[in-house]
């Protein structure tokens, strides 16, 4: 699969996982009383494991190995999740707290920021061709 059709399924599938991560962080921010790092971290690990999914089926399909499963996951946890708590958390943090930007809004900057380093660990290790 060439490079671009791969990083534009990879966009969508993000845009999907935008969503469920935006819906997420409102829902639990409200029942979180405010709580925002706590509702976003939540609501981060939630659509780590629906984009897993998805790219497993769409965006890297012509690489999926039912007997490698556990180990693409382990491996697509541990990158996006660094990338995608690590940055998500601190760009929350300098964009609620100290740009004073609404929650969601600092969110979907955070998302963006996150994306490039997400599909390039994705490609190059979560689901390289061999190991």
Not at 84 to 107: D, E, F, I, K, Y
């Amino acid at each position: 699969m060439k490079a671009l059709e791969r990083w534009l399924k990879f966009n969508f599938v993000g845009a999907i996982g935008m969503a469920v991560q935006l819906a997420a962080l409102a829902l639990l921010n409200r029942w979180m009383g405010g709580y925002y790092l706590y509702a976003s971290a939540a609501a981060i690990e939630l659509t780590l494991l629906h984009n897993f999914l998805w790219h497993t089926h769409f965006t890297w399909r012509d690489r999926r190995d039912e007997s490698a499963r556990m180990r693409q996951l382990m491996r697509f946890h541990l990158s996006n999740c660094l990338v995608s708590m690590v940055g998500n958390l601190v760009l929350m943090q300098l964009l609620v707290h100290g740009a004073h930007m609404r929650v969601l809004l600092a969110n979907i900057l955070a998302i963006i920021c996150c994306s490039l380093a997400n599909f390039t660990l994705g490609n190059r290790w979560a689901f390289a061709d061999h190991d």
